[in-house]
């Protein structure tokens, strides 16, 4: 594949860097990332791996766009309220960028419908707003050996790790079991910053990038927390034992997907 002149200019600045060169850019191209999610994390995400010329991105919600997304949902515009989230997004990466092939699911994640929906894909955003959906995407990624990012925010604070299959530990390595149903409450209950979807998904597409490239260190063994009000990142070492987990570990209990009861208020949207 020779690239026009167009997409020589487009992409000059990642051809530049020794990291991507033509060679990388290529692997973009040829790339496939699904995003779980077509909001505060998912908006961000999807856009920067469009910009960045993944080839084939598949944006997955079963949602409509509301005004209340607006504050932080950036893929979204206000003329999008009403319109399904998935073709509202596509619409936005193939205005930033036409190289991009967008597949869009406007469906929620199941465990009737993940295991179909991630296994023509190199890599996983999870960019859901719910417990239930982070450990079936989690369990899923890992019975599919798929390399997926987790990250979740609300308020101020934001988190983020990235799963490697026999790199490091998995989610479920990490959190185990979903809290009580509203044990924790959610972005409508407790707001967040919208800028903060902003960094922690833009980390994601970073990390989505890296792995395609094959280029860095990813956040596989590790959980990155954000606090925006202290200004302070932390990267917090998990412990790399993971032969205990009831997913990825050496006799797992877990070996079928779980559909987790849903919070009352899931389903907004980061
Ligand atoms: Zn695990």
């Known amino acids: 594949m020779a690239f026009t002149n167009e997409q020589i200019e487009r992409y000059s600045r990642h051809i530049i860097l020794k990291e991507v060169g033509v060679k990388g850019q290529k692997k973009l191209l040829n790339a496939k990332v699904l995003i779980i999610g077509a909001g505060g994390l998912g908006a961000p995400a999807a856009m920067y791996l469009a910009a960045a010329g993944v080839g084939t991105i598949g944006i997955a919600d079963a949602d409509e766009v509301d005004l209340s997304n607006l504050q932080r949902q950036i893929i979204h515009a206000t003329a999008d309220v009403g319109k399904a989230k998935v073709q509202s997004a596509k619409e936005t990466m193939e205005a930033i960028n036409p190289d991009v092939k967008v597949n869009t699911y406007r469906t929620f994640v199941t465990s009737e419908n993940i295991m179909d929906l991630i296994k023509d894909y190199d890599f996983v955003i999870d960019g859901t707003d719910n417990f239930p959906a982070k450990f079936l995407i989690n369990d899923a990624c890992v019975m599919a050996k798929k390399p997926f990012s987790h990250a979740g925010i609300i308020r101020f604070q934001g988190q983020l790790m990235t799963y490697v299959p026999g790199e490091g530990p998995c989610y479920r390595c990490v959190f185990k079991n979903p809290p009580p149903k509203d044990a924790v409450p959610t972005c409508k209950q407790a707001g967040v910053i919208g800028a903060m979807g902003g960094v922690i998904g833009s980390l994601q ?60 208020c899931d389903g907004v949207g980061l």
Do not use: W
């Open 205 to 264: 597409a970073m990390e989505a990038i890296k792995y395609i490239l094959g280029i860095g260190n990813l956040l596989t063994g590790y959980l990155l927390t954000y606090d925006a009000l202290k200004m302070e990142f932390r990267k917090v070492k998990l412990p790399s034992e993971t032969s205990g987990c009831a997913v990825c570990g050496t006799h797992p209990t877990i070996t079928e997907l779980i559909d987790y009861e849903q919070a009352e």
